[in-house]
């Protein structure tokens, strides 16, 4: 890659992480949230947006129930994990599951809002 495009994509990174940093800040004060909350959830939320597409879709979000030490109980099983549980879980964060778990749904998974 022409070290031009590594930095102009580098540029464009640090633009949106600063976007997305003010977003949280406004988010917090908002929702009445400490700041670094707002900030650790994103954190978690880009750890499994391994596409880094803004959405967790099944298996991303698998992932995150296996590292939150669910899988295995309820319908986070091999066996029951299914597309069903997966609309199930879209459904519950109000979010068609075509397009998977958005960042503020997953907030409001987390903080059970």
Request: charged share 35%; proline share 2%.
């Amino acid at each position: 890659m022409p070290t031009w495009l590594a930095q102009a994509q580098a540029s464009a990174k640090s633009r949106k992480a600063e976007a997305r940093a003010q977003a949280e800040r406004e988010t917090a004060a908002k929702g009445g949230m400490a700041a670094e909350d707002v900030t650790s959830v994103g954190a978690l939320f880009e750890m499994f947006d391994t596409d880094s597409d803004g959405a967790l879709n099944k298996e991303e979000y698998k992932a995150y129930i296996k590292g939150r030490g669910d899988w295995g109980t309820g319908v986070f099983t091999d066996e029951r994990y299914d597309d069903a549980a997966w609309r199930l879980q879209c459904q519950k964060a109000e979010c068609p599951a075509e397009e998977g778990i958005t960042r503020r749904a997953f907030e409001r998974l987390v903080y059970g809002k």
